[in-house]
């Protein structure tokens, strides 16, 4: 089976004035279907950049990204958003939920923007939030949930429209640690139970040796570790 992911000497340079930032300067990985990989690294490692490479969030300096075999940097802007949309599941620190939308709301957004009608994506949306713990939640806000219902409620928008890997950046990491044990739990299960392949971003080791198949640690923008393909 061809990998899902093939990440081939990137490189991500940003000029600051007269100085040249290489936050990432020649990584390579390969990720296969169902994995769960944990990406390690103190803050501005390259570690959020890479995951924003692989979300096509951004465009490399250099090398080639793959998924399913298709190079991101060949991609136009409408085929770069095509695939946000139907391969990437997105799952940030900050939640980033919209506080006047109800969970249900916040769930089904992604699929307006895919064009499914209303009543479809509002008894998906329900499912979802119901699959990680949140039948009961679905008409409430936001500012009416707790820290770790938020999270439960982003990752349900995540798996909103089935996408092929879910791409985690610190999402513990606004959490209590009970709370944040709770989510890389239900991280672990969508691995395990549905075969969704994760990328984790985080600087806690333990929370990523628990749970990923295999880490990588990333410093200054290049792998310390060898990445095991």
């Known amino acids: 089976m061809a990998p899902l992911l093939e990440v081939e000497n990137v490189k991500k340079h940003y000029r600051m004035g007269e100085s040249i930032v290489r936050a990432l300067d020649g990584v390579s990985l390969t990720v296969q279907q169902g994995e769960f990989v944990g990406l390690l690294g103190t803050s501005g490692s390259g570690k959020s950049t890479l995951l924003n490479l692989i979300a096509g969030l951004d465009r490399a300096t250099e090398g080639s990204l793959r998924v399913f075999g298709d190079d991101l940097a060949r991609m136009s802007s409408a085929a770069l958003s095509v695939h946000r949309r139907r391969n990437v ?46 039948a009961d939640r679905v008409g409430h806000r936001p500012t009416e949930l707790s820290g770790g219902e938020q999270q439960r409620v982003a990752i349900a928008r995540a ?32 691995n395990q139970r549905d075969g969704r392949t994760v990328i984790l971003v985080t600087h806690d080791p333990s929370l990523a040796g628990k749970h990923a198949h295999r880490t990588l640690t990333l410093s200054d923008g290049v792998f310390v570790r060898g990445p095991e393909s």
């Not at 890997?165 to 991280?187: K, Y």
């Open 89 to 134: 599941g997105m799952i940030f620190q900050s939640f980033n939920l919209i506080s006047t939308m109800t969970a249900t709301d916040n769930v089904a957004l992604s699929m307006m923007f895919a064009g499914v009608p209303r009543g479809d994506r509002d008894r998906q949306a329900q499912e979802l939030l119901g699959s990680v713990g949140l």
């Open 159 to 190: 798996l909103a429209n089935a996408p092929h890997l879910l791409l985690a950046d610190e999402p513990t990491g606004n959490l209590d640690s009970r709370t944040a044990a709770e989510i890389m739990d239900l991280l672990h299960t969508l």
